[in-house]
């Protein structure tokens, strides 16, 4: 949902830090990953269980640090990605439903039968992918920015890190990846605010919390999410990217989610703060060149976030993996250079592309209040969140949620 830089601690705890300062290789790297995120992680993987000698690099001291998602995992991924099946049970916690507000806070549950969302303890899944990206033989090196590439007969010097066959660009919804080799970049975003909060406890604690409101959330939605050890609290919204005039609107939010859930107490308790996230999530699609000889972007850098939910783990990791297997055989002389054919397979993401247009110009709060029990909205919502028809369990009738 959030695509975020943080302004306060995580909550969770951190490893021991891994190497700042890359070794001078004797030749060429095969292949250079900047952005040690979900995209740049799995393609690093691929492309070093391959044999191929590949460096990831982190501008932060810690990969778990400044992440750019909420970290909710669909159920789609997990059984499409198969680099997930590792992955520590105790790094997520698996939640079936959502429950939708209108504006007037009368809401609704929806299912799936069999589908589910895991929401995650997003530095440690990220902390894990580093891990595996190390044991398959990548180097992950922290503390190490880019600073720009200039081309050379095969491939690029990069500034401070050396040479290397192919370059990708894994590096966030600002990336300056996109910027030095003058390709396509993230111009329409939201603008989120999150509360990590521990200590919380929340009525139906098996669903994601949504709420609809144009005046708090154009554009988008806010939301309560039931997460590993915390509760996450936040909203999305169109406006300029502006830390201290969001959180008056934050301030909204909390009074007006009170009367299900009052976290006010415990987001003022000085002695024990929340985590905070802020930051823009591109909703524009993808982003155009994406690729040039020898270097393409993958993950949030490419634009790869649906523009209605916000989600990008999916698409990042997908491909991600899937990028790493074409500069493999790109590498290795099976293929030509995947900036020619691999990025026609990125998402168009036409039909919610269309739905944002939509949502954008017609966001109705009188609408959703009078329409959200119907069966064309909940269907639609449906759609939006299980990617297919789910089942509807309304309130009943004259209620609101306690």
Known sequence: MLAAEPLAPSTHGR?????????????PLDCVVVGASFAGLACATVLAR?????????RKADPGDGLHTTGIIVKDAVEQVALLDALPPQLTRRVPGVRLYAPNMRHVDLDAPGYYFLTTDTPGVIRWLAEQARTAGAEVVCQTPFTGAQRVQSGFELAGIGQTRFLVGADGPNSNVARALGLGQNRR??????????????????????????RLAPGYIGWMVPGVDVLQVGLARRMRPDQQAIRPVMDAFLQKLAPVCDLRPLIDDASNPPGI????????GVVRPVATERALL??????MVSPVTAGGIHTALKHGLAAGHAIADFLTGKREDPSRWFVDSYPKFRSKRLLRWLFDHFQSDTAFNLLLAT???????SRVYFHRKGVFNPPARGTKPT
Do not use: K, N, Q, W
């Open 277 to 284: 996230r802020a930051g823009l999530i591109p909703c524009g």
């Open 50 to 58: 391959a044999g191929l000698r590949v460096r990831v690099v982190e």
């Open 189 to 214: 975003f939201l603008f989120g605010m999150e509360y990590e909060v521990a200590g919380a406890t929340i009525d139906a604690p098996d669903r994601l919390h949504c709420l609809l409101d144009r």
């Open 298 to 303: 993958v993950g949030d850098a490419a634009g």
């Open 15 to 27: 490893p021991p830090p891994m190497p700042s300062t890359p070794p001078a290789p004797a030749a």
């Open 375 to 381: 069966a064309p909205m909940r269907a639609a919502a």
